[in-house]
């Protein structure tokens, strides 16, 4: 098993990919600032099928509450742009999808910013059975720069907890 490192030409998601399909699991993400560009970017890999179960793009409230099951009362008290989102859309999305891992990513790719919340801050939750971790994280550069740049924490994120949590 090719389990130590990726291999210099290996993208990050063709490394969780295969590890993903040596081992077995199933992968499912909630995605809201990148629209599903973590979700492409697993599916750009042959074979994909075999660990990515679906993912949801839950670009607004209505459909982090209404499909993902966040609570309201997460939405009202910390906004879609936090921790404890986060948190649930990682392992809501793992729940309903019954999967290994769940992974979300909630932040502001901008133009603009909200109140206290600037362009570039993205928190990225990882759900696997073990337990479940939220990184808040702040991106700088272009909406599409900040898109990448969440998708490419969380593709690492998912390798660390291959690697370090043993799912």
Not at 148 to 157: D, I, N, P, T
Request: with cysteine; net charge neutral.
């Amino acid at each position: 098993m090719r389990d130590s490192v990726a291999a210099p030409e290996e993208a990050v998601e063709e490394t969780a990919g295969r590890l993903l399909a040596e081992r077995g699991l199933t992968i499912a993400c909630a995605e809201s600032c990148t629209g599903g560009l973590l979700t492409s970017r697993l599916t750009d890999i042959a074979g994909s099928s075999a660990y990515v179960r679906g993912a949801v793009v839950s670009y607004t409230n209505e459909v982090k509450a209404g499909v993902l099951g966040v609570r309201q009362e997460t939405l009202d008290a910390h906004t879609a742009v936090s921790e404890p989102t986060a948190r649930e859309m990682a392992e809501n999305v793992r729940r309903l999808l019954q999967t290994d891992i769940g992974v979300s990513i909630t932040g502001l790719a901008g133009p603009a910013g909200a109140p206290g919340q600037p362009v570039g801050l993205v928190y990225i939750g990882i759900a696997v059975p073990s337990g479940t971790r939220v990184t808040e994280n702040r991106f700088a550069g272009s909406r599409k720069e900040i898109k990448w740049q969440a998708s490419q924490r969380a593709l690492e994120m998912v390798l660390h907890a291959l690697f370090r949590w043993h799912c």
